[in-house]
């Protein structure tokens, strides 16, 4: 049974990076049938889709996180990695990682759906 | 950016209810739309993918539909386990939620 395990400082101070890592267990991230990437939740409000990444460590970022985030991928230890840098407080939330499905459609590539997900780690910005 | 709007934002209903949440998006994204539910202090759980898709695992009283910009979620004979959170998703392009629809206890 597939599960993942996010993991990382719960509490970050501003302007510093946010660091998190995610752990695959009961498979395998060195696949091209699937993407992996993080989802957030600030207290009591939705969900926001941050980013997706390939075995390949190509990556796809929401545009409004973009100039922050970096992701990476070790296939050889089933691990994702999120850094989101500059922090402040409305970064403060819930950040999952779970694993993503990207349909296409011939040469065209919609974007991603997730279909398991991790727990979740709550990581506060405050000093 | 696709905004998707969900509503209502709160309903509330009965054991054994039929209950419809709509999500709308600000532009056209075919069908890919997928449905979650999330209960409190739990990470979400994957209903529903391509509009009316459903996973495996879930029970038949839950059914999606629409097309283009207007979709809908129902469930069927409501169950006390379904009260919860259930948002909508859009990954046509650059994934995007709906604010969340929380259905209570009547």
């Known amino acids: 049974q597939l599960q993942l395990q996010e993991s990382g400082p719960g509490l970050v101070q501003p302007s510093e990076t946010l660091s998190l890592i995610c752990t695959v267990s009961g498979g395998s991230t060195n696949t091209n049938s699937f993407y992996w990437g993080w989802i957030r939740q600030p207290p009591g409000r939705g969900l926001e889709w941050i980013g997706s990444i390939l075995q390949s460590g190509s990556a796809d970022y929401s545009p409004s996180l973009k100039s922050r985030i970096s992701m990476s991928i070790d296939t050889s230890r089933d691990q994702l990695s999120l850094k989101l840098n500059s922090v402040t407080a409305a970064d403060t939330a819930v950040y999952y990682c779970?694993?993503?499905?990207?349909?296409?459609?011939?040469?065209?590539?919609?974007?991603?759906?997730?279909?398991?997900w991790g727990k979740g780690t709550t990581v506060t910005v405050s000093s | 950016d696709i905004q998707m709007t969900q509503s209502p934002s709160t309903l509330s209903a009965s054991v054994g209810d039929r209950v419809t949440i709509t999500c709308r998006a600000s532009?056209?994204?075919?069908?890919?739309l997928a449905w979650y539910q999330q209960k409190p202090g739990k990470s979400p759980k994957l209903l529903i993918s391509?509009?009316?898709n459903l996973e495996s695992g879930v029970p038949l009283r839950f059914s999606g539909s629409g097309s283009g910009t207007e979709f809908t979620l129902t469930i069927s004979g409501l169950q006390p386990d379904d009260f919860a959170t259930y948002y909508c998703q859009q990954y046509h392009s650059y994934s995007s939620f709906g604010q969340g629809t929380k259905l209570e206890i009547k």
């Open positions: 779970a694993r993503m499905i990207r349909p296409r459609s011939g040469y065209v590539f919609y974007s991603f759906y997730m279909d398991v």
């Open positions: 532009q056209s994204i075919t069908n890919w």
């Open positions: 391509k509009t009316s």
